[in-house]
């Protein structure tokens, strides 16, 4: 997964990969004053993190 997509896709990837491409974001920018366009970035990435952590969850029979 890219650390800045360019749209929010439908496709959802594990939690642990969307967790891990907000890290790697953040820790690249740490120290300096975010942009319009990091802000937007980031919230993409919070958006692809969100339909991570609400996947539904199948049990197996």
């Known amino acids: ?3 800045t997509p360019s749209a929010p896709t439908t496709t959802v ?3 642990s990969e ?3 491409s907000i890290r ?3 820790r690249t920018r740490r ?3 975010w ?3 990091d802000m937007a970035e980031y919230a993409a990435l919070l958006e692809v993190w969100t339909r991570a952590v609400r996947k539904p ?3 197996a029979a």
């Open 31 to 33: 120290g300096a004053a």
């Open 57 to 59: 969850v199948l049990k």
């Open 13 to 15: 990837v594990p939690a």
């Open 24 to 26: 790697r974001f953040v």
């Open 1 to 3: 997964m890219s650390p």
């Open 35 to 37: 942009t319009a366009q």
């Open 18 to 20: 969307a967790n891990e």
